[in-house]
């Protein structure tokens, strides 16, 4: 049998505090200190414990070449060698490995830099709701908490040394930048038009032309902007109400402008799975389309490989996008949201997803509001 160590890892002391009674009854030390190595491995994606005498043979064996598994065995005991094996920190070529190794292969295939994968696969959340931990603290309760935060502006000139600016002249854009806020009061039995649908997929998410810019090397022209115009962000569509749309879940292809369905739901299961998405900020739930956004990772690494600012770019392109699906709903007279707060594991599960290769960034949506004021929004006041 043929071994080597997986692609990716990291190893974090972690020091778990622990109140410690007997001590604290005995009138001594009441905190309790353990620490624990655990071992970060993007292509299996849970915590995993490992011992400090299994550290060597992390360390010490060649994650590119395979080599046998008697050597490496005589070099650092065969119980360690098993155990690694077990929890898929060391990978083997023989048939009972395979899932694990191939869960290996495909991290390697995508050419992610170390430290984002696991940065990736180490933040996202599955079923996080109310009652697991979801918590929505008001400012109130912040500051009672941590203080008052640190100020919304800072000066960097002591001796109050200014260059004054005259005032902006208005112009055309400010009529949706002003009116564009995050809404949380969505109407719950909006409809959302065919039309309206149509412009604001196109215009924030489709394509306006194609270029080729080497033999078989195609990029497209959105309207906002791309690390190395590779638009790798994928969107699909959560629809719920919107006219001659069946409610389900559907890829936006944004070449030919049209919605692949993926799964046709009745009416109750999107507002359990958009419920869901969003972590349980029922603010959200009620919007008549929800938007989700997917970086292909592999599209923007095949330039960017292995390269330090690749995820910070990824990340950014998404912003991008979420600014203009904001812009093209206010520009349609409603509001517009974005959360970054959603369980991508759910989200990968619905949508069939591999976290490794398909990134899921963030939740958008958009809704006539209802004019209520159950939840907080913050609109421009002149
Ligand atoms: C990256 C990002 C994540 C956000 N996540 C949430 C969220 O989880 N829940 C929420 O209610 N609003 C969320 N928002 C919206 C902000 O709270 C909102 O933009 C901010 O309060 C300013 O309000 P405005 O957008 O109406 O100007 C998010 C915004 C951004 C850019």
Redesign the pocket.
Known sequence: MLIRRCAVLFLEPREDLDVDWAALFSGQGAIGAKLEWIALAPHIGDEIIVTAAELPALGGISLTLWQERAAIESQFGAAVVAHLLELGLLLSDAPEGAALRERDEVLRSQHWRPLSATVHMYSRWADMRVDKGMQFPSFEELVDNYGTPPGPTINRRSDGVNVQLPPPERARLDDTLFQ???G?NFDQSAVLPLATVSRLLQRAFGAQGEREMAPDAFVLKKLSPSAGGLHPTEVYVLAQRVEGISPGLYHYQPTRHALEPLAEMAPAETEELALRMVAD?D??QPAPMLVVLVTRVERNFWKYRNHAKAYRAVLLDV?HL?QNFYLLATEAGMPA?????VNEIDIERALGLDPLKDMVV?VCGCGPASGAQNTV???YEP
């Open positions: 564009r806020y995050t949380r900020q603010w959200f912003g979420s949201f974005v959360t970054a707060a963030a929004e913050m609109r």
